[in-house]
């Protein structure tokens, strides 16, 4: 099986990915749990989860796990390091 298969097969069966989680008022409250079983974390902003994700997906960067953090810190920006250092649910 080729790597971008891999990555599709892998994306298909994390419960991170399901429609619900990738939809903005979710995206905007709770972010993104982690995706992906990469050595190499990326903390995005959950405005760009999809996006982020179809550029991990297009260019087969395996090697990347992705979580995101909710959307709405942008209007506290001062929560964002809890956030960052607070573990995924």
Known sequence: MSQTNDIKDEALHDENLRDENLRDENLRDRG???IGTGKTLVIACGALARE???IIEMNRLAHLTLTCLPAILHNDPSKIPAAATRPSS
């Open 32 to 34: 993104l749990g982690q």
């Open 52 to 54: 982020v994700l179809a």
